[in-house]
């Protein structure tokens, strides 16, 4: 698998000069091509079958450019070809918004000129020495070399970023390479399912033992102080020298939140992965992008699911860090696991404020409890793991639990009445 190492460089004046040279570049090549394209949707949107602009068209103009305007020769052509592919990401991402009926998909934005794009060197361009890392450019004589840390060793580097943090003025590079696993992933027949809340992740093994863990919340602390600067800042007339004070002191708290949050979310991961014996965890299929349009979102609600990353980016740490050590991790379509009940099958209404679910049969569990016997049940009917069924439902039978029965599963392995 690859994996991303950011790494902090030293960059002597002369060298940043280079850069925001090159960046600047980057960011007009960005700002045309992008111009480009809203010029083509917007002439050729009601018309369903138009071919729109894409990356190959607009990569293939790039000599006919350099000879029109000989300063983009200052660039990699590598570099200018992926600041063009990046920008074709982003509008197919729109494009695949808008057809599954996102109406409030927008175009992307025009790149600002104190912006530093990012230069990215795909496969060539760059070359790593030992601890020293050098990259080509054509502005002048002035080499783009920079020392990584002692001892770095980086196998089939795929492509490097450089990139400026202009809160912390300080330039990074971020190196993608190939790392080994620890071991080879092996269906050892014990299975994890987990269902990941904003306040707390509650799975149950295949041993029918639940888990429970609780999320550090940093963004709890931190909103209210965000908002509070943030409105101070909106009575300021902007750009002032009180607005920048305020929008500095602003986007430094956002970036604590932020770093603080990266934190909790890298250490549960990986504790998650280290202490369990299971070669296999399960989670939901999370749809995060259309839980602002449920019936039942807050704008409490959408600003934990949607700005802090709590879910969709801890399902990535998770499916890395699992990778890294021998083990996977399966997204399981959770429609419905929590309204299902996991002991007779009905279906209830389950709203937010509801966090036990009572049913007829005499099932009284946990919401987030049952959900993650159901995303364990229906991994295991999936992949007609009838032994791990079976297992599952008599570990389970023990705590007082007896679930459904899998269709056509023999009546053998599990009993379905209560009591």
């Known amino acids: 698998m690859h994996i991303a190492t950011k790494i902090k460089i030293q960059v002597t004046p002369i060298q940043a000069d280079v850069l925001w040279h090159l960046s600047e570049k980057c960011r007009l090549l960005y700002n045309f091509a992008l111009a480009e394209r809203n010029q083509n949707y917007q002439v050729n949107k009601d018309r369903p079958d138009t071919q729109y602009i894409g990356y190959v068209r607009q990569a293939n103009a790039l000599p006919k450019l350099k000879k029109r305007d000989p300063e983009y020769k200052w660039v990699y052509s590598k570099v200018l070809q992926t600041t063009l592919k990046s920008l074709d990401d982003i509008f197919r991402s729109f494009f695949a918004l808008r057809r599954n009926g996102d109406e409030d998909a927008n175009p992307p934005g025009f790149k600002g000129k104190d912006h530093f794009c990012t230069l990215r060197y795909n496969q060539s361009g760059f070359k790593i020495e030992g601890s020293r890392i050098r990259f080509s450019h054509f502005y002048n004589d002035v080499p783009l070399a920079f020392d990584l840390p002692e001892g770095s060793q980086f196998t089939n580097v795929k492509q490097v970023n450089l990139f400026y943090d202009d809160l912390k003025e300080t330039y990074y590079v971020s190196i993608v390479h190939e790392v080994q696993p620890e071991q080879d992933c092996v269906d050892n027949g014990l ?134 050590a021998g083990k996977r991790v399966i997204a399981i379509d959770e429609r419905d696991t929590t309204k299902t009940c996991c002991v007779c099958g009905a279906v209830h ?44 439902a008599g570990n389970l039978r023990q705590t007082g639990l007896r679930i459904h029965e899998i269709p056509g599963h023999s009546q053998e392995a599990t009993h379905l009445r209560v009591g």
């Not at 409490?300 to 801890?314: M, V």
């Not at 036990?356 to 049940?377: F, K, L, Q, T, W």
Request: proline residues 3%; positive net charge; glycine residues 6%.
């Open 191 to 324: 299975y994890q399912a987990w269902d990941l809340g904003v306040t707390k992740h509650v799975g149950v093994n295949s041993h029918g033992k639940f888990l429970e863990v609780r999320n550090a919340r940093p963004d709890t602390y931190w909103n209210p102080k965000i908002d509070a600067v943030q409105s101070r800042r909106d009575h300021c007339k902007k750009k002032s020298r009180k607005w920048k004070r305020l929008n500095r002191a602003r986007r430094t708290m956002e970036r604590k939140r932020s770093n603080q949050l990266n934190d909790v979310q890298h250490k549960l991961s990986r504790k998650l992965v280290r202490n369990t014996r299971a070669a296999t965890i399960l989670v939901g299929d999370l749809s995060v992008k259309q839980m602002p349009k449920s019936r039942q979102a807050t704008p409490g609600l959408n600003r934990s699911t949607q700005n802090a990353g709590h879910l969709s980016r801890f399902i990535g740490l998770l499916t890395y860090k699992a990778t890294l």
């Open 349 to 392: 209404d389950m709203p937010l404020e509801k966090r036990v679910m009572n049913c007829e049969c005499g099932n009284c569990i946990d919401r987030d409890r049952n959900s993650a016997v159901n995303i364990m049940v229906r991994f295991l009917s999936q992949n007609a793991l009838w032994t791990g069924y079976r297992q599952f």
